[in-house]
């Protein structure tokens, strides 16, 4: 009778040391998974698809071009691939990748990857994006394009000095001063959603210049406008509501209307971050929200239809015309009207924000590659149709007619914003500083030379 019991009492045990076992890898299961859907979170939020992700191909498997200033830079495989990607990668050897641009062989990335943003992320959340592109990416063995920059930009072992001057890898540290939506919304735009990359002017060096935070920085072609809180020159008569309506979906009621590589952020990255997040990013760049912004118009006054034509149509004041106006009636009127107010809910050019910038670029560039969203409705690019010419002139109606403004393009600029902007003088620079150096370091050989021949005569 006691073995009986003693065996029961055995079974008992055992059932229950199966079940908690059970348990315990069942909660293990729930915690990765939990890990590896934080981990993704934070890949969207710093838009890591839009760089590593090329069209058509796997995801995050590389081969996207990025033109940079000194030539292109092809973005690297980073599946769990351990062929192509990085499958081998220990967490320190990824987070040393990721917030020192310092790859797992020990070269140098170059900071067209923003790793001085990325650096400001916190461990825990280096842990889980490590969880992520480990076990919810799929491997993909492919190979992209190698980088192959110009001499002396190809000398990646120059970046660990560069680095020295320019890293700050420091964690992002709260303000205990302000509140929680805002260091959050602090920790987004500095870390993981990397504004500064585009919105930050760079000095000769390529690096952010910190005292001109956000204030706006030319991509080469399409221009990253002010977003600080400045009024005049920033975003600082938005209200926070526009702004995130802005990030969710393009278009806010101020009038604004995203294009170029915004619109490739909001698509791919803010649209598809949480509510709470977009209103912590708007907390932080418009910490004093005035709620005066108001609608560029009343939705009643948009023009529906097509125009009919009036006595300043006829042939006769036609002719009068300038050719800015004339491409403008061929080409945009259909959709934008004669008077700049829209049709058939189409975007009105009338007092639109992106008329009030410093330069033209952006009228430019959407006239050049149109605008074209992920999902719904976009403008074609007329690079085909017009020549540059032609594309400054109704960049320059544009500008004056419906902006007010006096800001002008000429075809020369167009022509580098059709070649993909100006090319850098930073090159030529650093030849040329090489140049010096050699010949100084020639000079010093030469005069240690003479002074060695000098003593062996004596």
Known sequence: MGNRLNARTGLVASALLLIGGLAQVAQADSDDQTLIERGEAVAIAGDCAACHTEHGQPAFSGGHPIQSPLGTIFTTNITPSSEAGIGDYSLEQFSDALRQGVRADGSHLYPAMPYTAYAKLSDDDVEALYAYFMHGVAPVDATPPQTDLPFPFNLRFSMAAWNLLFLDDQPYQPDSKKSDAWNRGAYLVQGAAHCGTCHTPRNLLMAEKPDQALAGASLGTWYAPDITADPETGIGDWRRDQLVDYLQSGH????????????????????????????????????????????????????????????????????????????????CAACHAPDGRGLNGLPALTGHPVLDKPNADNVAMAVLEGVWPEHGQGMLGFADELDDAQVADVTHYVMTAFGDSDVTIDAARVGELRAGGAPSPLLPLARAGMAVGVVALLALLGGWLWRRRRQHRR
């Open 252 to 331: 806010a009621s101020n009038g604004a209307t995203a294009g170029g590589p915004m619109l490739e952020a909001i698509d791919k990255s803010f649209s598809r971050l949480p509510q709470s997040d977009l209103e912590a990013i708007a907390t932080y760049l418009l910490p004093a929200d005035s709620g005066e912004g108001e609608p560029v118009s009343e939705p009643t006054e948009a023009s529906q239809g097509i125009a009919p034509l009036t006595d300043n149509d006829t042939p006769a004041a036609l002719a009068e015309i300038g050719s800015g106006e004339r491409v403008y009636r061929d080409n």
